[in-house]
C-alpha cells in the first residue's frame, strides 16, 4: 500500500523480487549435470515435457536464457554455469539432510554403477574392487565405448565412468587414474624372424608385410604408435581385427603377427617370455585414464568407496 516518506510525499513500495522455486532450481541443476532434458527426467523420475516446462518457467522468471537447445542435449550457457555454482552446494546438502528419515541407517545402499573399457576393467578394476564386497558394495558394471558411456553418466545411468579420454566441459567432473604405457610385442618366433635390433635401426621399415593384430579396422592404438615413435603414418591394414585387446593378446601369443597393446594387459606374458618386445623406445606412447563422475557429492556412500579404492589401487596398475 502507498506510504509517506520523510518529506510527506506519498509513494509506492518496491515489489520484492519473485523468490526462484527451489523445484526449478532442482530440475536446472539436473539439467545442468545431466546435460540433456532426458537425462533430467530420468534422473528425476519426471517426464520429459515436464522439465522442459519447469525450464521455460525458470528462464523467465531469471529473464535470461539457461541452456540451448541442441539435437545432443542441453548446452549451458554462461549464465546457468554461473548458476550451477551458486545453488549446486546448498541443493546438494538439502538433499542430503531431506533424504535421512527415521529408517535412513537401515536403509541399503544402492548398487554402484560402474563403467569403463572392458580390459581394464577385468583385469585391473574389479580385482581392485574384490574386498568391497565383503562390506556389502554391490556393483553394477558395464563394458563399452567412452562416448557412449560417458553419455550414459551425463544420463544418470552410471555412477562412475572410466574413460580413456580427457573430459571437456563442465558437465562431468574427472580426476586422473592411471597411465597406460603401450608396447609394440611379438611372439618369440615373429621376433626371431624381424629381430628387434633391426626395428630399432630401421623402424618402421623393418614391420612391412608383418600380419598387424588390431583391436578396430582404423588401427586406432597402432596408428598412434606408428606416429609418435616412427614419426609415419601407419598404411598397412590389419590381418586381424578383435573387438577385445585380451582376444588381441591371445593371437599374438598364439604367432598370429604383432600388435600395439597396453604394457599392464601383457605384464605376464612378457616377464614369461610368450611376448617379446621388438622396441623399448626412450619416450613411449602413454594415454592417461580418467574416473568421472557427475558434479556433486554423490547421495549413495558407497560411490565414494568405489572411488577412494579406486584412486589409491591404480598407481600399482
Known amino acids: 500500500m502507498p506510504h509517506r516518506d520523510s518529506n510527506g510525499t506519498s509513494s509506492a513500495r518496491p515489489t520484492p ?10 530440475t536446472f541443476l539436473a539439467v545442468h549435470r545431466s546435460g540433456s532434458f532426458t537425462g533430467a527426467a530420468r534422473l528425476l523420475g519426471l517426464s520429459q515435457p515436464t522439465v522442459t516446462t519447469q525450464m521455460r518457467s525458470l528462464e523467465r ?18 549464465v546457468a554455469d554461473d548458476l550451477a555454482t551458486q545453488v549446486a552446494a546448498p541443493l546438494d546438502a538439502l538433499a542430503a539432510v531431506a533424504d535421512r528419515g527415521p529408517l535412513a541407517a537401515e536403509k541399503r545402499p544402492d548398487p554402484v554403477h560402474l563403467a ?23 556393483l553394477r558394471v ?10 550414459g553418466l551425463r544420463g544418470g545411468r552410471f555412477d562412475l565412468v572410466i574413460s580413456t579420454m580427457r573430459l571437456r566441459g563442465r558437465t562431468l567432473s574427472a580426476v586422473p587414474l592411471a597411465d597406460e604405457e603401450f608396447v609394440l610385442v611379438a611372439s618369440p618366433g615373429w621376433a626371431e624372424r624381424i629381430g628387434p635390433a633391426r ?10 608385410g608383418v600380419p598387424l593384430i588390431a583391436y578396430a579396422d582404423d588401427l586406432p592404438i597402432a596408428r598412434r604408435y606408428w606416429w609418435h615413435v616412427f614419426g609415419e603414418r601407419l598404411t598397412e591394414q590389419p590381418a586381424m581385427t578383435v573387438p577385445d585387446l585380451r582376444g588381441v593378446l591371445s593371437a599374438v601369443v598364439a604367432g598370429a603377427g604383432i600388435s600395439v597393446l597396453p604394457r599392464y594387459l601383457c605384464l605376464d606374458e612378457l616377464a614369461s617370455g610368450a611376448l617379446v618386445p621388438l622396441l623399448l623406445p626412450e619416450d613411449p606412447p602413454i594415454n592417461t585414464g580418467y574416473l568421472a563422475q557427475r558434479p ?16 589409491r589401487a591404480a598407481p600399482s596398475w
Request: hydrophobic share 45%.
Open 142 to 151: 558395464t563394458m563399452g565405448l567412452t562416448d557412449d558411456l560417458l553419455d
Open 116 to 138: 569403463g573399457p572392458a580390459e581394464l576393467l577385468c583385469t585391473r578394476v574389479l580385482p581392485a574392487l574384490a574386498p568391497l564386497t565383503d562390506r556389502g558394495v554391490r
Open 17 to 26: 523480487p519473485t523468490p526462484l522455486d527451489l523445484s526449478l532450481l532442482r
Open 199 to 208: 626395428v630399432a635401426a630401421e623402424g618402421a621399415a623393418a614391420l612391412r
Open 61 to 78: 522468471q531469471l529473464g535470461r536464457e539457461l541452456f540451448e537447445r541442441r539435437p545432443r542435449g542441453a548446452v549451458p550457457t554462461s
Open 296 to 311: 556433486g557429492p554423490p547421495a549413495n556412500p558407497h560411490v565414494l568407496l568405489v572411488r577412494d579404492r579406486l584412486l
